[in-house]
């Protein structure tokens, strides 16, 4: 896999999930994503951002273009250092919220992904990782 | 075997690399996989010149062999414009991929000639060996690759054709699905659907699934997200096609269709959209009946 | 902090969303349009975010408690302009908004609200203007 190249920002504020939503849209037009791939691939980042901010405490945004040697993706990577998630499974279940919200950030982002990864741990923060390739 | 020691290789393509380059151009010349009626002479001299130069610049940080490392990129991007022209120009994936085999041979003759310590010298060959079939695979599976992509691309052409959006009237679309609906096919209905609902003002779509030979559950979510996707626009959709089998499995499966108005015909169909839209049709009273054939 | 702009024409209230909102501008629009619907005893309003290139949980979450808090102050909301490639991420997230009623573009909305509001405290067919 070759990294083409990154954009690191932190998930602190408000503020910072519309600039995550605006170097994602950038990114995506760059590879060329068709309008509908743009737009799953924001709304996905919008909601995993907003995830990071109200579950984890605060985090960051990692954007990647990469390329496996065939075709070219977005790789999107929402991390904290927050509390962690004791049930992934549930937390994967469509209306599973434990912030009054719709609990359909995690499922939702998987939806609207190519690829899908998520890995917490109570005490140890969570990172969730989605792609979606240029076909 | 996992040897750590780095490589020397770039710099002896850098010493020896006129000569090498004309060894391995020759040696592609009077073998048959170099395909002299597909490409000319002076595009074969680039080509290899090309990717020796490039090959040279990524053994040149002298580390170890790391096929994943970055410093590879742009030798892979460079076979890859390279396996893509020459699938063009109907090379077969193995003399694409002898292109980069076949300096195997003279790569080894200038590591003979300049080295003497027999335990380096297989360092060496072992280490351009590697490299070399790393490369030469590299293009067999971009060229797997590539056939794989055309034919994604001719069933998305499939798809599209297979999904069109009739007009019935003024505001009332139709369409025919025919065939499965998986959920590719689904992304496809939606996005002609919502096209045409945006370019013709229609407030009523009919989706028609007569042509649809199951329904099962997963068939149920898709027509569902389509209806749903329509009325976010303002459109109301109608399902016409129901048959009667159809009907039974869609209450034994526990599908919900109460948001949605359903009838067994389009016809049917047509009916309820132009009431909604405020038509009707009218029998034409008085006169016999014009005769078939007469305007 | 901006707010976005809402407009008063007749009985009904105009708002168009321009912008990407942050989380809290949205809360905002939500607290403004329902103290201006109060204040101005509006029979209805339209919400045009035919601009709007991402609709992720949070603003539909936004639409669907405006058009539940309006209904309870007897006002009829409607939501224009939805672009397709938005319906159909919005659908693919999950959502539909079922409480919202929704409007291929501000003519037509002005259509459905002028048709429901009419009726004072009567009940439009659901998504479609009966004649």
Known sequence: ?135 | MADTRTTQLSKLIHDRERDILTEWIALQAASGASRRDLISESDLRQQSAEFLASLRHALSDGERFDPNSRVWAPIRDLLSHLSESRARHGFSPSETAMFVFSLKQPLFAALQATIADRDLLAHETWTMTTVLDELGLYTTELHQKSREGVILKQQQEMLELSTPVVTLWNGVLALPLIGTLDSARTQVVMENLLQRIVESGASIAILDITGVPTVDTLVAQHLLKTVAAARLMGADCIISGIRPQIAQTIVHLGVDLNTVTTKATLADAFAIALRRVGLGIVKQAAGPAAPAGMP | MERIPILKMGECLLVSIQVDMHDRLALQLQDDLTARIAETAARGVLIDISSLEMVDSFIGRMLGNIAAMSRVLDAQTVVVGMRPAVAITLVELGMSLPGVRTALNVERGMELLAASTAAPGGDVAYGVAVD
Not at chain 1, 90 to 115: C, H, I, Q
């Open chain 1, 1 to 135: 896999m070759v990294l083409l190249s990154t954009d690191q920002l932190p998930l602190e504020r408000d503020e910072h999930i519309v600039i995550v939503r605006q170097t994602v849209r950038q990114r995506a037009v760059e590879l060329g994503f068709s309008l509908v791939d743009q737009t799953k691939l924001v709304t996905a980042a919008s909601e995993l951002a907003r995830n990071t901010i109200q579950h984890g405490g605060g985090g960051t945004a990692r954007i990647e273009t990469v390329n496996d040697g065939l075709r070219r993706g977005l790789r999107l990577t929402f991390e904290d250092r927050g509390p962690g998630i004791a049930d992934i499974a549930l937390a994967m279940k469509d209306g599973y919220t434990t912030a009054g919200g719709l609990g359909l950030g995690l499922s939702g982002a998987k939806r609207l992904s190519n690829e899908f990864a998520i890995t917490s741990a109570i005490g140890e923060g969570t990172r969730v990782t989605i792609t979606r390739w240029k076909l």
